[in-house]
C-alpha cells in the first residue's frame, strides 16, 4: 500500500480542508495510538504545537484520538519540534507528536510523529498507520476504565531549556556577543532568547510576538532579509533566524549577509574533524546541497554522501553510516551526538561553539568554500507528473551530459505541494542559464498537455 497522507516531513495541508481536519488528525491518534500499544504498562504520548491559531483544533483531536484507545497524552504547548524528539526520550514516552507545518505560512498545519526513541518514523511505519485508519474495524476502542487521561506539563521550557543549555562547552560563553534572534513568531518565541541569553549573550530578540496569524510572516528562516536588516541596524554581531517550529536554523554575519546549511555544516565539520570529533569521515547532505560543499570537504580528505530531500532521510543515513553532522543546505542541521533530528537551536550553539574559536570576524570566519552558482525554480503541475516523459527525461540527460563534472541538475516532484523543483548549478552561469531554460520549457510543456 502507498502513502497517501503522509509526504516527507509527515502530514501536511490547508488547516481545516481535507488532509488536515479534525476527523483525519482524530484517526491519526486513534491509529497511531493503537500501533505504539505494546506491552501492559500505562501508555503515554508527548503533544506539542507551534503558535498556529489551528494547533487548538488539531491538539484536542489528536487528544481525543490517543486518549480513545487508552493512551495518556502530555500537553506541552507551543515547543520546537526537536524539544517534542527530546520530550519523547527522556520521560520513556512511547510516541512524540509535533503539530505543525514548519516553514509554511498561518493557514496550513501538520503532523509529525516521532517513535519512543526521539526518531522520526519511518515510511513502512507510517503505511501501516494509513492502513488502520482506513480499517476503523481493526482499532478496538479502550472500554469507560481504561480510557486515556490528559494533562498540561508546565515546566516543559525548562526542561528543554536547560538541555540545550547543556550541550554548549561548559568552558565556553557568549559573554560579549550581540546575537539578534528572530524566532518567526513560532514555537521557539520563548525559550530560545532565554537559552542565549543564560549563556551570556546580549540578545536583541524579533520574532517573538505570535497572535496565531503571524507565524513565517516576513520573519523567521525563510524570510532572512528581515533579520539581516535588524543586525545591521543594531550593529549586532551576528543574526541568527528559526523557522516556525525551529527545527532549521540561518545565520547573517555582521554585515547582514546569508550564512546557509551548507556553510554551518563546513564550519561545524571541519573544526569537529580537527578535534578528532567527526564520525564517518564526512558529512551527510541532500541532492540540494551546493557542489561547493563536497568540493571542500573533499580536500579536507571528507566525503559528502547525498540523501533525496527531507531531513529524515539524511538522518536514515547518518545512522546507517555512523555519522554525526549532516543537514539540508534550508539549514535542517542534524548533529548526531547531541539530537536524533534537526534542531536550529543545537545547531546555533555549535555554530557559536566553533566560532569562539576563530580569530575573526563572523563574515571572516564563517564562509569555508565558494559557492557555484545556483539557480532554483519551481514549475506547478496537475494531473500526470511530468517527470514520467520520455521528453523531460532526455531534456534532464541532455543537461547533465552538457554539464559533465562542472555541475549538476536535479529535478524532482516536491514532497509537500503540486510542483517540479528544478535545481541547477554550474561554473558558467551562461551555460547554467541555457540548462535551466530547456528544462523549464520541457517540464512546462508537458505540464499543460497532461493538465
Not at 233 to 250: E, K, N, Q, S
Amino acid at each position: 500500500m502507498a502513502r497517501r497522507l503522509f509526504g516527507t516531513d509527515g502530514i501536511r495541508g490547508t488547516a481545516n480542508t481535507v488532509p488536515m481536519t479534525a476527523d483525519i488528525a482524530l484517526r491519526v491518534g486513534m491509529a497511531t495510538g493503537r500501533l505504539f500499544t505494546r506491552g501492559d504498562h500505562r501508555h503515554r504520548v508527548v503533544i506539542g504545537k507551534d503558535t498556529r491559531l489551528s494547533g487548538y483544533l488539531f491538539e484536542s483531536a489528536l487528544t481525543a484520538g490517543f486518549v480513545s484507545v487508552g493512551m495518556d497524552c502530555i500537553l506541552v504547548g507551543p515547543m520546537p519540534t526537536p524539544a517534542i524528539a527530546m520530550l519523547t526520550r527522556s520521560m520513556r514516552a512511547d510516541l512524540g507528536v509535533m503539530i505543525s507545518a514548519s516553514h509554511n505560512p498561518y493557514q496550513d498545519n501538520g503532523i509529525k510523529l516521532f517513535g519512543p526513541d526521539g526518531f522520526k518514523l519511518s515510511d513502512d511505519v507510517e503505511t501501516a498507520i494509513e492502513s488502520l485508519m482506513n480499517d476503523r474495524d481493526a482499532i478496538p476502542l479502550a472500554g469507560p476504565r481504561d480510557l486515556g487521561r490528559a494533562k498540561r506539563l508546565d515546566d516543559a521550557d525548562g526542561r528543554y531549556i536547560e538541555f540545550a543549555k547543556s550541550t554548549f562547552p561548559k568552558s565556553l560563553t557568549l559573554d560579549g556577543l550581540r546575537i539578534v534572534l528572530d524566532c518567526a513568531n513560532g514555537a521557539a518565541y520563548r525559550v530560545a532568547p532565554t537559552v542565549l541569553w543564560e549563556l551570556g549573550a546580549e540578545v536583541i530578540p524579533i520574532g517573538v510576538t505570535p497572535d496565531g496569524f503571524n507565524i513565517n510572516q516576513r520573519c523567521g528562516s525563510t524570510h532572512p532579509s528581515t533579520l539581516s536588516e535588524a543586525v545591521v541596524t543594531h550593529g549586532a554581531d551576528l543574526g541568527i533566524a528559526l523557522d516556525g517550529d525551529a527545527d532549521r536554523l540561518i545565520v547573517c554575519d555582521e554585515h547582514g549577509a546569508i550564512i546557509d546549511g551548507d556553510q554551518l555544516m563546513a564550519m561545524i565539520a571541519e573544526y569537529w574533524h580537527s578535534a578528532d570529533k567527526l564520525k564517518g569521515g564526512g558529512v551527510v547532505a541532500t541532492v540540494m546541497s551546493n557542489l561547493g560543499l563536497e568540493r571542500f570537504l573533499g580536500g579536507l580528505g571528507l566525503t559528502l554522501t547525498r540523501t533525496k530531500v527531507g531531513d529524515r532521510y539524511v538522518v536514515e543515513a547518518m545512522r546507517a553510516g555512523g555519522f554525526n553532522v549532516g543537514g539540508e543546505q534550508s539549514g535542517h542541521i542534524i548533529l548526531a551526538d547531541h539530537a536524533t533530528t534537526g534542531d536550529g537551536m543545537i545547531a546555533a550553539l555549535q555554530y557559536l561553539a566553533v566560532l569562539s574559536a576563530c580569530k575573526g570576524t563572523v563574515s571572516q570566519c564563517s564562509r569555508r568554500f565558494d559557492t557555484l552558482p545556483q539557480i532554483l525554480k519551481n514549475i506547478p503541475f496537475s494531473g500526470t507528473n511530468p517527470l514520467d516523459d520520455a521528453r523531460v527525461r532526455r531534456a534532464i540527460a541532455d543537461a547533465e551530459a552538457r554539464l559533465g563534472r562542472t555541475g549538476r541538475v536535479v529535478v524532482r516532484p516536491s514532497g509537500t505541494e503540486p510542483v517540479i523543483r528544478i535545481m541547477v548549478e554550474a561554473e558558467n552561469s551562461g551555460v547554467m542559464d541555457a540548462v535551466v531554460a530547456e528544462i523549464t520549457d520541457a517540464v512546462a510543456r508537458t505540464a499543460k498537455l497532461s493538465a
